[in-house]
Each structure stands twice: as C-alpha cells, then as structure tokens.
C-alpha cells in the first residue's frame, strides 16, 4: 500500500527543492559530456589535437575521478553539523565554476580549465557525500528513492537548461561561453544561501550512531574500505561487478565526444543534444518508474533489471556511429535517458541496502573511493585506445567504442549472476523452513 509522506518529511522536502534546482545550473557546466564538448568545441586548434582529446577524457571522468578524494569528505562530515557544512561546500562549489569562465585561451588556459573542473569535481564529491547521510535521515527507507528521485528530477532540470543555453551559445556565439559560468556561479551562490533553511531529521541520534559504529578516531579510511570490503563479501562482489560496468560507461563517453566531433563532423548543438540534453530531459519521466522498482526491492534485483538498458543503448550508439545513422544515435540518446534516471537512483542510495545506519557514509565512502579510480584510469585509457587505433589506421579509432561495450556487459553479466545467488539462497532457506 501507497504511503503519502509525513507533514515533517514534505515540509524538509521542500526546504531542499530550491537548492538543489539551482545548483543544478552549477553543476550543468562541470557534468560530464557538456564540460567536454565545451572544451572540446572552445579549445580546439589552441593545442595539439592529441592534448585537447586527452583534457576531454579527463573532463569527461572528472565527475568520477573526484570522487577518490570522498573518504577525506567522509571523515571531515564525521560528528559534524551537516546543513553547515553543506552550504560552505555549496558556496565553494558555485565560487570554482565562476573562476573558470576567467580561464585564458591557449594551452596554459586549458591546463586550467581542466584543473578547475577537477576541483570543483572534488567538491561535489563533497556534497555528494554530505548529502547521502542527510537524505538517509530525513526520509523513510520505503519512500527514500521516490522522494529523493523528485530532488534528483529538479536538479536535472537545472542542467537541461544550462546545457540548452550552452549548445545555442558554442553555435552562434562562442565568445560568450565565459559569461555562462559567472551565471551558473550566481545560481551556485543563491542555492547555498537557500540551503540554510534545511535540517537534519533527528541529527543527534544520527552522529550518535555514527560515533557508536566507528568510534571517534576510525572514521573512514583505506584501511576501513579494506575492512569492509572484507567482511561484506556481498558488497565486495557488487562493487566488483559495479567497477567494470561504470569503467564502460566512463571510457565511453569521451570516446564518444572525440568520435562525434572528429569522425561525424556533429554540430556542437546535436553533440550537446544527444549526450547531455536529451539524457537529462528524460530523466524527470522515467525516475519515478525506477524508484518504484527501487523501493520494492534489493538493489541487487534492481541492478540486475536496470543495467540492459544503458547497455542497449551503448551498443546503439557504437552501431550509430559505425553506421553514421543520426537515428541510431538519436535512440541510444534515449535509452541513455532512461538508463541515467536509474543509475541516478542506484548509486546514490544503493549502498543503504548493505549498510547500517551508522556505517552508511562509509559505505557510500567506498563506493564514490572506487567510482573516483574508475574516473581516473577508464577515461584517458579509452582515449589511449582511440589514439593508438587512429596512429595505426587513420578513422580506425571508432573501434574503441567496442572495448567500453564489453566491459559494461560484463558487469550486467555480474549483475545477474548476484541476483540468481541471491534468489537461490532466499528459495533454500524458504524450503529449509
């Protein structure tokens, strides 16, 4: 049975709804495939071909990579007033995105560019990590995914416009890219101003069995991850299967920048459009569709359905850009879409089915830690992939996309695997009893 949501859980609701729709116009400009085709588009001829692609991949995996640096957001959180340290993170967040529309041109300026968006990276791994243990508290486990998918939808929004205004200004009038990120930056600064008026649900007794779980100085750490992971071999194996499906993912999209660009000759309107805007636009319609399969079970069940369809539309996408059919890349732009608004999901609240209440930023610790190594090596291999193909034979280098597509099937495979484990397990102890 539907349950509506209490009084106290709408009104916190709406408290976060207006932070986190403006900051989404921050975070537009810094999110993967735009940040990429922006330096891509704005950056080209002022450095060797083989420089500018290798920024794009870092652009491209700076929303991962940055996550590596969430054990150090975990520990500074650990004990602390989250609403206070939300906001700081939220005005330094705003103030990097600003700096970066005063990047000069030419190598030096990319340098820069590539830089800030990595920090600004870190500091969303920040809010990231801040904001699991703040959604945790406030909102009721078998309503979490529906509530929280609704703020994931207003931010969402928030990157669909900035991302609209970025394409139609990268095609008519490149000069004034700068002034989009002074505009993202004044969003980024009235969000943390907003953000005051929210509070933490029963704060107390949250940083109360956070203290009990892991004691005032074993906060996390590498060797905590170890620990985990070592003894929650379910989580282990997860986060195993989940290494090799977003290392796909990763390697994928600043493969798929270099291809459209160099290879297809997409303008940087369609480019935009198809790896950014449609993705985001479908976003807000299809969470709710995955929230209600999230809240109905394991996040391993939920996995094991959700993963075909962003390999589907990998595998769409590989054959579209082989094919140079805009239809094929318009329709895996879609399951991309639909893909997005569950991952969305999965990976912000995943690790609270493994976790107990005073561990969850721990295990969502290790999870952004892993997804920050992916960042880190998936990218700019995919990218050595595409260089080394291309020096060989020259417009070989869309045979990459090849290597990304099995991996991310591989993890689906893993997936899979987990949830017939765990379905065989569940039907002996029903028989046992």
């Not at 990276?121 to 406030?138: D, E, F, K, P």
Request: with cysteine.
């Amino acid at each position: 049975m539907n349950q509506r949501p209490s009084a106290l859980v709408e009104a916190l609701y709406r408290r976060e709804s207006l932070a986190w729709g403006l900051i989404g116009i921050t975070l537009g400009l810094v999110e993967g495939a735009t940040a990429a085709i922006l330096v891509k588009k704005g950056y080209a001829g002022q450095a060797s071909p083989q420089t500018v692609n290798l920024a794009v991949a870092f652009i491209s995996g700076a929303p991962a990579l940055s996550n590596v640096f969430s054990f150090l957001w975990a520990n500074l959180a650990h004990g602390r007033a989250r609403v206070q340290l939300m906001v700081r993170l939220l005005a330094g967040f705003a103030g990097v995105v600003g700096l970066l529309g005063l990047a000069p041109s030419g190598g030096g300026g990319l340098a820069l560019v590539v830089m800030g968006v990595i920090i600004a990276r870190v500091l969303w791994a920040g809010i990231l990590t801040v904001r699991s243990s703040i959604w945790t508290a406030n909102y009721p486990r078998h309503m979490l995914a529906k509530i929280t998918g609704r703020l994931v939808v207003i931010s969402s929004l928030g990157m669909v416009a900035i991302a609209l205004i970025a394409g139609a200004v990268l095609q008519l009038a490149p000069s004034l890219t700068r002034w989009l990120y002074l505009l993202a930056a004044l969003c980024g600064a009235v969000a943390a101003w907003s953000y005051r008026r929210s509070r933490v649900r029963r704060q107390y007794q949250l940083l109360a069995a956070e203290i009990a779980a892991v004691g005032d100085d074993g906060v996390f750490n590498l060797g905590s991850l170890r620990r985990i992971l070592r003894e929650d071999p379910q989580y282990r194996r997860f986060m195993f299967w989940m290494g090799l499906y977003g290392a796909g993912n990763l390697m994928a999209n600043a493969q798929l920048v270099i291809v459209f660009a160099d290879h297809l000759h997409l303008a940087s309107t369609t480019q935009i459009a198809i790896l950014s805007i449609l993705p985001m636009l479908l976003v807000p319609f299809f969470t709710p569709v995955w929230a209600r399969l999230f809240d109905g079970g394991h996040v391993i069940e939920y996995r094991a359905r959700q993963c075909w369809v962003l390999i589907a539309s990998m595998i769409c996408m590989t054959l579209g850009t082989f094919t140079e059919s805009i239809a094929l890349l318009w329709l895996g732009s879609f399951l991309m879409g639909i893909a997005t608004a569950g991952a969305n999901l999965g990976w912000n609240l995943g690790h609270s089915d493994f976790a107990s209440p005073g561990k969850m930023q721990q295990y969502m610790g290790i999870n952004v830690t892993l997804t920050g190594l992916r960042g880190l090596t998936a990218p700019p291999a995919g990218v050595l992939a595409y260089e080394l193909l291309e020096s060989i034979t020259p417009g070989a280098g869309r045979w990459s996309l090849l290597l990304p597509v099995c991996l991310t099937l591989a993890g689906g495979l893993g997936f899979n695997h987990m949830k017939g484990s765990r379905e065989g397990r569940d039907t002996t102890i029903k028989a046992d009893r």
